[in-house]
């Protein structure tokens, strides 16, 4: 059995596990860890070890964990602008392609479904319905929805951070 002097150093006290004897039920006392962190108390479970207790520690850790050495934010505001803009960016040119590859595909395909080639599906363009294969199909909808998520991301974030300047803001008002 491991003692272990608590904070104030006036009496030990017994390290997790099971009572004296060894065969009892387990001690229900709070416990603390013998090294460092003498001010974390911890429960005793025989089954799984030692709990933390973290409802009072959660939002000291999380901030803890969110910065570098040295007090630094983890993420600078050119960090985050560089992100939103970029995401913003990936955004604008899957839409770009998605667009690009539509035109073309209108140009070279069927407008009769062909199944020795295997273009039967259908692509609609204000009526105009053209017949692609599966993979050219399936990318006109991985790029729409890949233009969805990162313009989505972009504006999630953009909202949360204010990364880019608003120019109407500093507009001068009309005096009426």
């Not at 005793?44 to 007090?71: N, Q």
Request: hydrophobic fraction near 40%; include cysteine.
């Amino acid at each position: 059995m491991h003692l272990t002097k608590r904070p104030s150093g006036d009496l030990p006290r017994r390290s997790p596990g099971l009572s004296a004897g060894g065969t009892g039920p387990p001690d229900d006392r709070l416990l603390v860890r013998p090294k460092g962190r003498a001010n974390q108390r911890m429960d005793a479970d025989p089954l799984r070890g030692p709990v933390i207790r973290r409802a009072r520690y959660a939002t000291k850790r999380f901030k803890e964990m969110s910065k570098l050495a040295g007090g630094k934010e983890f993420m600078t505001f050119r960090t985050k602008k560089a992100l939103v803009i970029s995401l913003l960016s990936i955004g604008l040119l899957c839409f770009i392609v998605k667009l690009i590859l539509f035109f073309y595909l209108q140009g070279i395909s069927t407008q009769t479904p062909n199944i020795a080639t295997g273009k039967i599906y259908p692509l609609n363009n204000h009526g105009y319905i053209f017949h692609v294969t599966r993979l050219q199909s399936l990318l006109q909808d991985i790029l729409f929805a890949a233009f969805f998520i990162f313009a989505f991301g972009a504006a999630i974030l953009e909202l949360r951070w204010k990364t880019i300047r608003n120019l109407f803001d500093e507009m001068p008002k009309k005096p009426y």
